[in-house]
T-cell receptor, first 109, second 117 residues
Framework: GDSVTQMEGPVTLSEEAFLTINCTYT??????LFWYVQYPGEGLQLLLK?????DKGSNKGFEATYRKETTSFHLEKGSVQVSDSAVYFC????????FGAGTTVTVRA | GAGVSQSPSNKVTEKGKDVELRCDPI?????LYWYRQRLGQGLEFLIY????????KSGLPSDRFSAERTGESVSTLTIQRTQQEDSAVYLC???????????????FGPGTRLTVT
């Protein structure tokens, strides 16, 4: 079945550092790919998405490119802030979402 | 407009009791999903509704779990004879369409935190 493998955390880094969270997927079809974020004490919200190969999703300085050849959707941000501290989930969607285990990111001032 | 709402936000129950969790999706969203998030873990799919029917119940962990949806709107997730391992945050999401391959995102509610003592 469809599945997502996500880089394990936790990840701790300093403000203005570069962040990468790796995500690879297995799917029989051509799913849409998503990154969701869960800030402390808040609900799950969509960060960005890509619906087909080579699409790049971007939001709040984060980017991820749908790479069909490597079945990957890595999340990147060039300069993180303390406010980016959260749990990040990679997910793929055929009709239901299949989530990765989540990566906890802590950014220190 | 209003987002997905869930009630109660918190529920503490004794082992063996039944609980009902409610989800009000975004108006006009035909697809509705239930997920479970255990502490420190990712989200597990439970059940998916397209309209009032449930084409995929494969994630329900046991026959103690059931869900229904009426009027292509509100859904209730019922857990009978609760066990301690049922403790988790139960999340509901809705989407414009639940068809395979469509690009629509799922919008999540705030969740119900269930604690079974």
């Amino acid at each position: 079945g469809d599945s997502v493998t996500q880089m394990e955390g936790p990840v701790t880094l300093s403000e203005e550092a570069f962040l990468t969270i790796n995500c690879t997927y297995t799917a029989t079809g051509y799913p849409s790919l998503f990154w969701y974020v869960q800030y402390p004490g808040e609900g799950l919200q969509l960060l960005l998405k890509a619906t087909k190969a080579d699409d790049k999703g971007s939001n709040k300085g984060f980017e991820a490119t749908y790479r069909k050849e490597t079945t990957s959707f890595h999340l990147e941000k060039g300069s993180v802030q303390v406010s980016d501290s959260a749990v990040y989930f990679c997910a793929l969607k055929e009709y239901k979402l299949s989530f990765g285990a989540g990566t906890t990111v802590t950014v220190r001032a | 407009g209003a987002g997905v709402s869930q009630s109660p936000s918190n529920k503490v129950t004794e082992k063996g009791k039944d609980v009902e969790l409610r989800c009000d999706p975004i108006s006009g969203h035909t697809a509705l999903y239930w997920y479970r998030q255990r502490l420190g873990q990712g989200l597990e799919f439970l059940i998916y509704f397209q309209g009032n029917s449930a084409p995929d119940k494969s994630g329900l962990p046991s026959d103690r779990f059931s869900a229904e949806r009426t009027g292509e709107s509100v859904s209730t997730l019922t857990i009978q004879r609760t066990q301690q391992e049922d403790s988790a945050v139960y999340l509901c999401a809705s989407s414009l369409s639940g068809l395979a391959g469509d690009p629509y995102e799922q919008y999540f509610g705030p969740g119900t935190r269930l604690t079974v003592t």
